[in-house]
């Protein structure tokens, strides 16, 4: 499985950017697509997931009422719509696919080259 996250940006407090994860080679034992971000000297740390089946989702407790994660099963894409974005939202945000919505990176696969968040005025 291949994944590729694009979208990223610059913006300001208060705004929005939506990001999109295009999978490829999508099996039935990667049926979870997940969001992480990294920020500049911090680990990667998981946002939020999808189960691809169900359309289940769920969000660590910072980006609750602020994020939503959402899926177009035609074009195997999983989009993260980020709304009243603030500076600790900066980061490089990467999706990846897994068989469960586990917090830890190590289960996941598929990564690719994230995209760039920055929230700044």
């Known amino acids: 499985v291949q994944l590729q996250a694009s979208g990223g940006g610059l913006e300001q407090p208060g705004g929005s950017l939506r990001l999109s994860c295009k999978a490829s080679g999508f099996t039935s034992e990667n049926r979870v697509i997940g969001w992480f971000r990294q920020a500049p000297g911090k680990e990667r740390e998981w946002v939020s997931c999808i189960n691809t089946r169900d359309g289940s989702p769920a969000y660590r407790d910072s980006v609750k009422d602020r994020f939503t994660i959402s899926k177009d099963s035609a074009t195997n894409t999983v989009y993260l719509q980020m709304s009243n974005l603030k500076p600790d939202d900066t980061a490089v945000y990467y999706c990846?696919?897994?068989?469960?919505?586990?917090?830890?990176?190590?289960?996941?696969?598929?990564w690719g080259q994230g995209t760039l968040v920055t929230v700044s005025s």
């Open positions: 990846a696919a897994g068989r469960n919505c586990y917090t830890s990176d190590y289960y996941y696969r598929g």
